[in-house]
C-alpha cells in the first residue's frame, strides 16, 4: 500500500512558478506509475501529467505540455510537478496518485491519491 501527501500549493500570480511536491510512504515506490491530476471547482477531475517507475517516460494533457515537467525521486520517496508560465486556468485542487500501469490518462487506473494541494493562480 501507498500514502501520498502532496505539498506545494500556493496563491501566484499569472506568469508565476510553482512546484508541486509528493511524498509516498512504503517500500513499494519505485514499482508504481505516478501521475498528477486536478479539479476546478464544479469540474471533473482531470489528467495533469504522469511519469513511469524509473521516470524514462512521461505524459503530459496538451492543456500543459510545454509548461509543466514531471518528475521524480525514487530514493527520496518524492514525485513533482513543476509548472511554469502559470495561468488563471490552472487554478485547481492538485492531486498526486500512484497506478501500476504507467501512461494512464484514466482516474481508473490508479489505485492510490493524496488529499491535494490548492493550486490559485490571479490575473
Known amino acids: 500500500q501507498v500514502q501520498l501527501v502532496e505539498s506545494g500549493g500556493a496563491l501566484v500570480q499569472a506568469g508565476g512558478s510553482l512546484r508541486l511536491l509528493c511524498a509516498a510512504s512504503g517500500r513499494t515506490f519505485s514499482s508504481y506509475a505516478m501521475g498528477w491530476f486536478r479539479q476546478a471547482p464544479g469540474k471533473e477531475r482531470e489528467f495533469v501529467a504522469a511519469?513511469?517507475?524509473?521516470?524514462?517516460?512521461?505524459y503530459y494533457a496538451d492543456s500543459v505540455k510545454g509548461r509543466f515537467t514531471i518528475s521524480r525521486d525514487n530514493a527520496k520517496n518524492t514525485v513533482y510537478l513543476q509548472m511554469n508560465s502559470l495561468k488563471p486556468e490552472d487554478t485547481a485542487v492538485y492531486y498526486c496518485a500512484a497506478a501500476l500501469r504507467p501512461g494512464s490518462r484514466s482516474r481508473r487506473d490508479y489505485n492510490y491519491w493524496g488529499q491535494g494541494t490548492q493550486v490559485t493562480v490571479s490575473s
Open positions: 511519469i513511469s517507475w524509473g521516470g524514462a517516460s512521461t
